[in-house]
């Protein structure tokens, strides 16, 4: 083999051992534990806040799961913000007898920061005062029954300041989308547990942190709340916790185009807010699909020459690479399925197309990574953000609820 050659192998072997390392981490840093159990007396009462944009599939279900929680004191904020309007009769009618529900309109819409950001903060002013801990959920999240007394454990017993869980999608169809972001959510419960990247959709913290005004103002600025919380944490010197049994299972149908928004917008949030865990990552990533695609046009340029040996070394590579990727992914889904074995069973593993269909998956993540480097706007629930620094959100969509709108000056440090 030529230099160039063996140097594309070398990276290659690099990358490989970067991503087997780190899985291999997380394999044992997300071994079940067994944690304490507070007594229920002694849990801490706590306050649920669930923002909503339009609706979601499975937002009945959330709103169940919510109804049915076992924990002995907790109430739940739902801040709804309805453009269409189709979201409120099914709460209402869901909440008939459900004392301990509050729904609010989202009336303080910043125009400096995500709509989720908005309502997290309007919910946090009407908090009743005995609330020790704020519990997050997403409206397409459908917590069991334990859901919020396993997140709440290890803030009750001392051993955090903010807990989350993982999100864990299953692949319902065989659209491209869908596979594909079936892996980007395994390489992503990767670097949630390694890194300790917390998940708004999952996610507990102790009541005394959210009312600090630093918080709170970059709160304002910032197009997501869980990122920035984390690096406030991070300053701050707060414990923060994955609780890895609280791997929360989504299913939906996910096109192309779609997976490609999704996880741009993901990597954005954390390259603005965690650079820490963006930019290694991304080497990673970059270096692996560099050395793909140079190995395999390499190998197409010995077969043209007939060059048998070589061209037999260079598809060596490529297999021992494949099937090392292949071995990860099996690794990191098995794990999952042991977290969830105790509350849910996942579906059979996949059949060979499905499989192959996720492994050219690492031909094209550079595109994502490069897309979360330069774009400046993006959507999110259809709503358009431009964003240009981390403190620094404008939201452009407006709609009739903008009436009533509050805005502020961007932060401009950072």
């Not at 453009?83 to 869901?94: F, I, S, W």
């Not at 074995?341 to 059979?348: C, E, P, Q, V």
């Amino acid at each position: 083999m030529t230099s160039w050659e063996w140097g594309l192998v070398i990276l290659l072997a690099v990358s490989a051992v970067q991503q087997a390392a780190a899985t291999v981490l997380f394999w044992f840093r997300s071994r079940p534990r067994p944690t304490p159990q507070p007594e229920p007396s002694s849990l801490p009462p706590v306050a649920v806040l669930l923002p909503i944009r339009g609706i979601d599939d499975r937002l009945r279900e959330t709103i169940r799961g919510l109804k049915n929680q076992d924990y002995p004191s907790v109430s739940v904020r739902i801040i709804l913000d309805d453009p269409d309007g189709t979201a409120e009769p099914l709460l209402r009618d869901e909440l008939q007898d459900a004392a301990n529900f509050d729904i609010q309109p989202l009336v303080t819409r910043l125009t400096t920061c995500g709509l989720k950001n908005s309502a997290v903060l309007q919910a946090m002013e009407t908090l009743p005062a005995e609330c020790e801990v704020v519990a997050f959920i997403d409206s397409d999240v459908v917590p069991h029954e334990t859901w919020l007394s396993e997140l709440v454990a290890p803030l009750a017993s001392d051993q955090a300041d903010c807990t989350y869980g993982c999100r864990w999608y299953t692949v319902p169809d065989r659209r491209l989308g869908t596979v594909w972001r079936y892996v980007w959510c395994a390489a992503s419960i990767v670097s949630s547990t390694v890194r300790n990247l917390p998940w708004g959709g999952s996610l507990a913290v102790r009541r005394a942190i959210l009312d600090e005004p630093e918080l709170r103002e970059r709160w304002k600025h910032a197009g997501c709340e869980d990122l920035p919380l984390s690096s406030h944490l991070r300053r701050t010197k707060r414990k923060l916790q994955c609780v890895t049994r609280l791997v929360m299972v989504e299913s939906s149908s996910c096109s192309l185009e779609s997976y490609r928004t999704f996880v741009t917008r993901q990597m954005l949030w954390v390259r603005l807010y965690r650079p820490d865990a963006f930019w290694p990552a991304s080497v990673i990533y970059v270096g692996t699909t560099i050395s793909l695609w140079g190995l395999t046009i390499a190998a197409f340029l010995r077969m043209t020459q007939a060059n048998w040996t070589i061209l037999g070394q260079l598809l060596g590579v490529l297999a021992i690479y494949l099937g090392l990727a292949f071995g990860l992914l099996l690794l990191i889904e098995k794990r999952v399925r042991g977290l969830l074995a105790h509350r849910k069973t996942l579906a059979r593993s996949f059949g060979i197309p499905s499989r192959l269909l996720m492994l050219a998956a690492s031909w094209l993540t550079p595109e994502l990574i490069f897309q979360a480097i330069v774009k400046r706007r993006i959507v999110w629930r259809g709503v358009t953000y431009d964003v240009r620094k981390p403190y620094g959100v404008q939201r452009l969509t407006r709609d009739a609820n903008d009436t009533t709108e509050e805005t502020t000056q961007p932060m401009m440090s950072r």
